[in-house]
Every structure is written in C-alpha cells, then in structure tokens.
C-alpha cells in the first residue's frame, strides 16, 4: 500500500490529476474529534498503510498542532511524520497533491516526507489583495501600507519562494517559475481576471484550475478580499525524475531513508562526514 497522506482541512485536498492519485487523509481539530476516535483512526491509517506522512500550516491552531504531537505521542510510534510548513494553505493543498502522487511511486515513506522540502522549492505561492495593512507574513513597506487605503489599488504578493510585493499596474512584474506549470487559483471576495487574464499568461502556464479557496486563507493573507494561486509541477513523472536525482541517505537517528540534509520523521539532520581514521595526529 502507499503511504498515507494526511493534512489538517478537508478543503487542502485538492482533485486528484490522474485515476492513480490516491486520497488524503484529514485529521480534524480537538473540537470536532475525540483523542481516543483520532488515536483510533490514525492506528488503523498506519495498519493499512505502514507510514502515515501529515502536512500542516505554520499558522494552525497551538490546540490542533498538540493533538497530532499527542496522538504520535500515545501510539509510542516512529512510523508518523509531521511536516510543519511556512507555505500559505493553497500552496500545502498543492505539495500535498505532488506527495500523493508521488506515494504510490516506488519510494520509500521516508523519501516521500522529505521530498515535501524539496518540492516546495518548486512551489510558487501568492495571491491578489486588496489590502496589504493586515499582512504580516511579508515584508511590507510603509510606502506600500499607505497605498492600501487609496480605493481600486491592488496587490500581487508572492510568499514562496522568495517574498515579492508589487502593485497591480505599475511596471514591476511578480516574478514566476521558469519551468512549466500549472496554476491554481482559489477566489475569494474578489475578481480572480488579473490572475486568469495576467498573471498566467505572464507566467506562461499550463493551465489554469480553479479550485475552492481554503478557509485558512483569508486569515493567512490578512483580508478576505483576496484570490489565492499557486504555480506547481503538475506531472508526475517531473516530480519522480527530481525526487530519484537527489542521493538517499539513511538517517543516523531512525535509521529511516531520506534525501536532503534533514529526516522527515525525526528532523535529525542528516551527520557530517567524520574526519578519516586513517588520517595520523598532526597531518595536513
């Protein structure tokens, strides 16, 4: 069986792109789940599946971040892992798409959960805003903040990869991937045409898919006047030949596989080289 994929809102699984694109698992807050139903149905995830690899937000709730550290804590198991990441929601819901695609490949759970580092390098996260006087997630100017009360202006912010903010009209342009993509695009209290009629063609997309906007997302961008999007590798096939090209390390802590510098399991970094035994006291 594939490992298990699991994220903390329904609304961060996206479609599948293909028939082999497994599901994603949802591990709901304190307040709509009991601890002994999650323990359950997180035991039972890890019997059918083996591993169970679970995506969540920076910004989620202290009391549903100590629950997934709780159920782990109580199962007395080293077969979960816990991605805590900086991305904005839409852009988890699209990682957590890139990993289900990639776990019914032929790699092992602990490549899959550290992949996630790898693939968000490729993820280009952002949104439209009306305002930008409530955002404190990206660097904002005060230039900037004082024109967010001026009526019609826009924003275009990118948070990932690297942070941008420019305003809708001027002759900056957001600065996109230079590798083919697809664009999805959750509107909010907001016209998405700039981002369907601009950005994408700026962009050169694929293709555009317009998907339900997360509710974390107004929260996360600091209005609900916003359209979210965000710019990823959509082939399967893209994602396996960058996954395989990175060298796999076995964790010096689990014991489990990874690539990268860090374990997706235990967050052990992976162990400097030791200095050759072979090497006599006082050689250069």
């Given at each position: ?123 280009y996260a952002g949104a439209l805003l009306n305002s930008v006087a409530k955002l404190d997630r990206i660097p904002v100017t005060l230039k900037s903040h004082a024109k967010s009360w001026m009526p019609g ?132």
């Amino acid at each position: 069986m594939p490992t298990a994929i699991a994220v903390t809102s329904a609304d961060l699984v996206l479609p599948p792109t293909d028939r082999q694109t497994p599901t994603a698992a949802v591990l709901p807050p304190p307040g709509e789940q009991s601890l002994d139903a999650a323990l359950a149905e997180t035991n039972v995830l890890l019997e059918r599946h083996g591993y169970l690899v679970a995506l969540y937000p920076s910004s989620l709730a202290p009391a549903h971040e100590h629950r997934l550290h709780t159920v782990r804590s109580v199962l007395e198991t080293d077969r979960i892992a816990l991605l805590k990441l900086d991305l904005p929601p839409l852009g988890i819901a699209v990682l957590t798409r890139q990993l289900r695609q990639l776990s019914v490949c032929d790699f092992s759970a602990g490549v899959v959960a550290s992949a996630a580092r790898l693939l968000s390098h490729y993820v280009y996260a952002g949104a439209l805003l009306n305002s930008v006087a409530k955002l404190d997630r990206i660097p904002v100017t005060l230039k900037s903040h004082a024109k967010s009360w001026m009526p019609g202006t826009q924003f275009a912010v990118l948070s990932n990869p690297e942070p941008q903010l420019i305003k809708v009209g001027g002759e900056e342009k957001l600065t996109g991937p230079e590798f083919a993509t697809q664009l999805a695009v959750g509107a909010g209290q907001l016209s998405s045409s700039w981002v369907t009629e601009t950005l994408a063609p700026a962009w050169q997309v694929q293709g555009v898919q317009e998907v339900g906007l997360p509710a974390a997302s107004p929260l996360w961008w600091g209005t609900p006047k916003m359209v979210e999007f965000a710019a990823f590798l959509p082939d399967v096939s893209v994602l396996y030949q960058l996954v395989s090209s990175v060298r796999i390390e076995q964790c010096h802590w689990c014991g489990i596989q990874l690539i990268g510098d860090r374990c997706g399991f235990c967050s052990a970094p992976v162990a400097t080289a030791e200095p050759h035994a072979a090497l006599s006291r006082g050689s250069t």
